[in-house]
């Protein structure tokens, strides 16, 4: 029936040498797992049938569900899922390659339990805590397998900010003269935890220096998202 293909040669023609008996050899199944019926058949002849069920082959590759988009150093909303496929697309779903590790990793800095055993050819990473810290940009997201050999699938994926955690002085004020507006005028930039803007943070940033002199102007601005 549709979704499987029986094969090698699947027809042949006997003479009286063969004293009616038909012997196939190097016949195959691929495609979709399922039952199907074999049919033999021969004209003018009553058929003959046999029913069979094909399991899976071999792994062959691995697919990768992982989040486009992530929020830096914060748990993934959705952690990154892993079938174990075979060459036709069917789910890997007994034997010791379906029960194999299967590991995470990423060109950007990963953290979390990034290694875990399938379970019936499948690896769902929730509750494992990845997360990835690093600056703003496009990275890569790997999922990789070692049996039957070492196979991989990669996603794209974007860090975007995460939450303020720091200040950090971006345009260094200069020309200290007294009693003399700076030359250059700090400006301070609100950051993640890898340095990162954080361009929605609102809220009050201030300004101040040691006893003995003091801050002419405005020390204290408050942020809002716009700014």
């Known amino acids: 029936g549709s979704g499987a293909t029986i094969t090698g040669t699947t027809s042949l023609t006997l003479s009286a040498s063969d004293e009616g008996v038909a012997t196939f050899s190097g016949l195959g199944l691929q495609g979709t797992i399922g039952d199907y019926t074999i049919t033999a058949a021969s004209n003018g002849l009553t058929s003959a049938t046999q029913d069979i069920t094909l ?17 830096n150093d914060a748990v993934f909303g959705t952690q990154p899922s892993v079938e174990i ?5 069917n789910r890997v779903t007994t034997g010791s390659q379906s029960t194999q590790t299967v590991t995470i990793t990423s060109t950007a ?12 050819g499948v690896a769902n990473f929730t509750g494992k805590g990845l997360k990835l810290t690093d600056t703003i940009d496009d990275y890569s997201i790997t999922a990789t397998i070692s049996s ?11 860090i975007s900010f995460g939450s303020a955690t720091k200040l950090a002085i971006t345009t260094q004020a200069a020309g200290f003269v ?12 609100i950051q993640d935890v890898s340095g990162n803007t954080v361009p929605n943070f609102i809220g009050d940033v201030e300004l101040s220096i040691g006893s003995g002199a003091t801050i002419t102007g405005t020390t204290s601005l408050t942020l809002s998202a716009s700014d």
């Open 148 to 158: 039957p050999s070492t196979i991989s699938d990669t996603n794209n994926i974007s």
């Open 85 to 89: 496929l075979d060459q036709d697309g």
């Open 109 to 120: 800095t990963l953290t979390g339990t990034a290694s875990m055993n399938a379970v019936a």
């Open 178 to 189: 007294n009693r003399t507006n700076f030359t250059t005028q700090p400006v301070v930039t």
């Open 55 to 71: 399991s899976h082959g071999a792994a062959y590759s691995v697919v990768l569900t992982s989040p486009a988009t992530v929020t």
